[in-house]
């Protein structure tokens, strides 16, 4: 789930704001509504996000800690191969 960049900058936008709408995200991520949406329904399939529609307005947040904590273990995971193989080509 956290393979896609996009879903991980989504989730890092829920993780900081709390709450937001799918046009939000949309222009958060620099993504269109219909692409962010469809990130949205697998991030929900996954139950990583939960909607809540005030009228025809849908707002996502995430489902839980456990969520928010996933992302940011996969972020510290991601800087630390980076770094290291950034570090180890400049060794060379």
Do not use: C
């Given at each position: 789930?956290l393979?896609d960049?996009?879903?991980?900058r989504?989730?890092?936008?829920?993780?900081s704001?709390?709450e937001?709408?799918v046009n939000?995200?949309?222009?958060v991520?620099d993504?269109s509504?219909?692409?962010v949406s469809?990130?949205?329904?697998?991030?929900?399939?996954?139950?990583?996000?939960?909607?809540?529609?005030?009228?025809?307005?849908?707002f996502y947040r995430?489902?839980?800690?456990?969520?928010?904590e996933?992302?940011a273990q996969?972020?510290?995971q991601a800087?630390h191969v980076?770094?290291?193989?950034?570090?180890h080509?400049?060794?060379?």
């Amino acid at each position: 789930m956290l393979a896609d960049p996009t879903r991980v900058r989504i989730i890092l936008a829920l993780r900081s704001s709390g709450e937001m709408s799918v046009n939000h995200l949309a222009d958060v991520v620099d993504k269109s509504p219909t692409a962010v949406s469809q990130h949205l329904a697998k991030l929900r399939l996954s139950r990583m996000v939960q909607p809540r529609r005030v009228g025809t307005t849908v707002f996502y947040r995430l489902t839980d800690e456990h969520a928010s904590e996933l992302v940011a273990q996969a972020v510290l995971q991601a800087e630390h191969v980076i770094g290291a193989t950034h570090h180890h080509q400049e060794s060379h």
